[in-house]
């Protein structure tokens, strides 16, 4: 089984930064995506970022320019620095995993996510 443990949320005001960190911990072969999705009251846990595990990264167009993503595949760590947030930006931001627990065992999981408040 494989753990996702998120840290760096908090309260922010508008235009702020904050630094949310991932470390994955269990049975882990090797971890192909780490993502970083986010879901704010009444609405649907939507994807803002992920990083596969050669350096490849994608965006949520609405966080372009202002969020990066950045890993280390040694320490099973993945973060996700946040620049001028938004005050739309409020929510819970959940990390995920997409692993190998062996070469022909894959799984993915969840982190229990992380409350961040931006203030107007």
């Known amino acids: 089984q494989v753990q996702l443990e998120e840290s760096g949320g908090g309260l922010v005001q508008a235009g702020g930064s904050l630094r949310l960190s991932c470390a994955a911990s269990?049975?882990?072969?090797?971890?192909?995506?780490m993502r970083w999705y986010r879901q704010a009251p009444g609405k649907q846990r939507e994807l803002v970022a992920s990083?596969?595990?050669?350096?490849?990264?994608n965006y949520a167009d609405s966080v372009k320019g202002r969020f990066t993503i950045s890993r280390n595949n040694a320490r099973n760590t993945v973060w996700l620095q946040m620049a001028s947030l938004k005050p739309e930006e409020t929510a819970v931001y959940y990390c995920?995993?997409?692993?190998?627990?062996?070469?022909?065992?894959?799984?993915?999981?969840w982190g229990q996510g992380t409350q961040v408040t931006v203030s107007s």
């Open positions: 269990g049975n882990i072969f090797s971890i192909n995506y």
């Open positions: 990083m596969a595990a050669g350096g490849a990264t």
């Open positions: 995920n995993a997409q692993y190998f627990a062996s070469t022909y065992s894959q799984g993915m999981t």
